[in-house]
């Protein structure tokens, strides 16, 4: 079973879907409670600061020992 949502926000339109076995037990507030899940984790994603990271004089990405790029020091 899948059962297709979408929610207006103010980014725009949010679309998804929770695919369930056909003899699910949900209840409906149990599902919308994964649906508004499912948004505000999406919310979370779009509203998080952005990262800069350390630039060397070549413009590339200075990365640390294991080659993780490191971040500016806020």
Do not use: C
């Given at each position: 079973?899948?059962?297709?949502?979408?929610?207006?926000?103010?980014?725009?339109?949010?679309?998804?879907?929770?695919?369930?076995?056909?003899?699910?037990?949900?209840?409906?507030?149990?599902?919308?409670?994964?649906?508004q899940t499912r948004l505000d984790n999406w919310i979370a994603?779009?509203?998080?600061?952005?990262?800069?990271?350390q630039m060397d004089e070549e413009g590339n990405q200075v990365?640390?020992?294991?080659?993780?790029?490191?971040?500016?020091?806020?």
């Amino acid at each position: 079973m899948v059962i297709d949502f979408e929610f207006d926000t103010k980014y725009g339109t949010f679309r998804d879907a929770l695919v369930l076995p056909d003899d699910h037990t949900y209840t409906d507030a149990e599902l919308e409670t994964m649906k508004q899940t499912r948004l505000d984790n999406w919310i979370a994603i779009v509203e998080a600061p952005s990262v800069e990271w350390q630039m060397d004089e070549e413009g590339n990405q200075v990365l640390d020992e294991n080659g993780n790029p490191i971040p500016v020091s806020v």
